[in-house]
């Protein structure tokens, strides 16, 4: 008697692209012959959403993987995942002490993105960064705002995006004796409306923040970064949160990455060049834009990690997956402990009212984040729980697109009919 061979799927990452990818997938194959493995490097699910708060104050609950993935019949393993051979189907996991080699029939590729600290000299050596762990990662960096609460000191913050801005708010609150100092190289907030801008300037400014606007940083030394004039700025304190890019094994292992090193990939989440591997979350950038931007975002990593799933089981089932397709709702951008502002972005990622601000805007901003935090384990109970809306946009814009063409090459024809 013969048994046919289980399909092995290995996913790598479990923040929020790869465990709701992980935990659906497996709801959804639950009658099919598949094998799900899930690796990552820390054995509880950070929420990157909260790193910020987790640094002013690191009493946050974390929820352990093997407890979400209880009763899923998924493989755990808490690892760092340190290469992957296309040609032979393989990853090599790191994992208490031993190389571990693993061989999949489909890869899900969710490794995330991390802070960029290769493009300015110093960054590396020595600024914070909010990464859940590592050398200056969130951990050190509340042991040093602790200190430099009690002694009174500068912090200097670079960034002037939705995480410094944050992670400005949230620091100066926690700690008064902090002066904090955020510098950018545009304005502050100028990634969003005017209006949303102005705002959260108001915010930063009632909490004693300053702005080093137009500034942009060319070197870190230890207590001083260096303007592109030259002239220096002193802090006691520095945390780095100017772009995010993709990890490296990526490109090392030879898939098709673009500039950030993101994996590129079709609308069905397969990468370009390597089509067993998927790609989810902010590692990953499809080739065609889903007829909304694909940002790096808690909410893009949710979709994509649950579209992945659904794409796959439809693989696994002989079915034609769809490509993806989906529409923002809105954002919400924390000030503090009691503030926030939240907008609507709907359909195309663009800002828009009504804008909901103070305890109003926070709560709603909680409301998010607990979301994100019980979506695996929703997902784990009723397999396919996350639904969103313009799963039709790609189709549409694609037939429109077409008939377009079709219309400027008539057109064409009417036009230069001597050119036939
Ligand atoms: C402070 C902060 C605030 C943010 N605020 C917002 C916000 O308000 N709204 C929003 O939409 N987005 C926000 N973001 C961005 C958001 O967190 C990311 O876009 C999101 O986490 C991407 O999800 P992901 O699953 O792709 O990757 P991640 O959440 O980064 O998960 C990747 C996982 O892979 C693991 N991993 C990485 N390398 C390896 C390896 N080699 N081996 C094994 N495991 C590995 C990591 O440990 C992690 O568990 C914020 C980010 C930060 C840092």
């Known amino acids: 008697m013969t048994t046919e061979s289980k399909t092995r799927i290995i996913i790598i990452g479990a923040g929020y692209a790869g465990l709701v990818a992980t935990v ?12 799900i493995t899930l690796v990552n490097a820390a054995d509880v699910f950070v929420e990157r959403l909260r790193l910020h708060e987790m640094a002013a104050s690191p009493t946050i609950p974390q929820k352990r993987i093997t407890d979400i993935l209880d009763g899923t019949g998924v493989d755990f393993i808490q690892g760092i995942v340190t290469n992957i051979d296309l040609q032979t189907h393989s990853i090599c996991v790191q994992s208490n002490g031993n190389d571990i080699h693993i061989e999949y029939d489909k890869l899900v590729y969710a490794l995330g993105s991390t802070i960029d600290r290769e493009s300015v000299k110093g960054v ?95 070197e870190l030394r230890a207590d001083t970064a260096i303007t592109e004039n030259g002239s220096p700025i002193p802090f006691d304190i520095c945390l780095w949160t100017g772009g995010f890019a993709a990890l490296p094994l990526a490109r090392e292992s030879g898939l098709t990455v673009n500039e950030r090193g993101q994996i590129l990939i079709d609308p069905f989440m397969r990468s370009i060049s390597h089509p067993d591997v998927y790609a ?12 909304a931007p694909y940002r790096m975002s808690a909410f893009v990593a949710a979709i994509s990690g649950a579209h992945t799933a659904d794409c796959l089981s439809k693989v696994l089932r002989g079915q034609a997956p769809k490509p993806l397709s989906y529409v923002f709702y809105g954002q919400a951008i924390a000030l503090g402990q009691n503030d926030a502002i939240a907008f609507m972005t709907y359909p195309d990622d663009k800002p828009k009212h009504p804008f909901l601000t103070g305890k109003a ?47 400027t090459v008539q057109i064409h024809m009417i036009d230069k009919p001597e050119a036939q």
């Not at 659906?24 to 094998?35: D, E, I, M, P, Y």
């Not at 859940?132 to 960096?141: A, H, I, N, T």
């Not at 989810?280 to 007829?291: C, K, M, R, T, W």
């Not at 409301?367 to 189709?395: I, N």
């Open 124 to 218: 590396g050596e020595y600024a914070y960064l909010l990464n859940p762990s590592g050398k200056r990662s969130v951990e050190q960096l509340h042991q040093r705002l602790i200190e430099t609460n009690t002694a009174g000191g500068r912090m200097l913050i670079v960034g002037g995006g939705a995480t410094g801005i944050e992670a400005a708010a949230e620091f100066a609150e926690t700690f008064p004796n902090i002066h904090i100092q955020l510098a950018t190289q545009g304005q502050v907030g100028d990634f969003t409306r005017k209006e949303i801008a102005d705002y959260m300037r108001q915010s930063l400014t009632r909490f004693g923040v300053t702005f080093q606007e137009n500034t942009r940083i060319t």
């Open 361 to 407: 805007g926070y709560n709603l901003r909680g409301f998010f984040l607990r979301f994100f935090a019980v979506l695996p384990e929703l997902e784990k109970r009723m397999p396919g729980a996350l639904f969103w809306t313009g799963k039709g946009r790609f189709e549409a814009a694609k037939r429109r697109a077409g008939r377009s063409q079709a219309q």
């Open 24 to 35: 659906r997938l497996a709801g959804k194959t639950r009658k099919q012959n598949v094998s």
């Open 280 to 291: 989810v979350g902010d590692s990953a950038q499809p080739v065609e834009q889903p007829n």
